[in-house]
């Protein structure tokens, strides 16, 4: 199992910022597609956002396209989720996820490994 450690989460108000953080090891980090995901109470995992291994591709889903960033710093082994002018909605546990040199994907079968995930809290 690929560890994936997430970090950042926290309640912040509506219309701020956050940064989330996922931190890989044990892996070729450079070598695998990245996935955000979230999963809010009552709801199922969706997709949020990835970056591709190769290329510098990125993919959001519409509800967070020029609001959230997703980067990626491969010296660190880690990949990020800027989310800016964040509403209620995005309310939810944030998980990272990655997939051995996969293309852009946003269904969670896609993924290989997961983080435990952390909670991200908007209020209004």
């Known amino acids: 199992q690929v560890p994936l450690v997430e970090s950042g989460g926290g309640l912040v108000q509506a219309g701020g910022s956050l940064r989330l953080s996922c931190a890989a090891s044990g892996l070729t980090f450079s070598r695998y597609t990245m996935g955000w995901f979230r999963q809010a109470p009552g709801k199922e995992r969706e997709f949020v956002a990835a970056?591709?291994?190769?290329?510098?591709?990125?993919l959001y889903t519409d509800s967070v396209k020029g609001r959230f960033t997703i980067s990626r710093d491969n010296a660190k082994n880690t990949v990020y989720l800027q989310m800016n002018n964040v509403k209620p909605e995005d309310t939810a546990v944030y998980y990272c996820a990655a997939r051995q040199l996969g293309r852009l994907a946003t269904m969670t079968n896609d993924y290989n490994f997961w983080g435990q995930g952390t909670q991200v809290t908007v209020s209004s």
């Open positions: 970056y591709r291994w190769t290329g510098g591709d990125t």
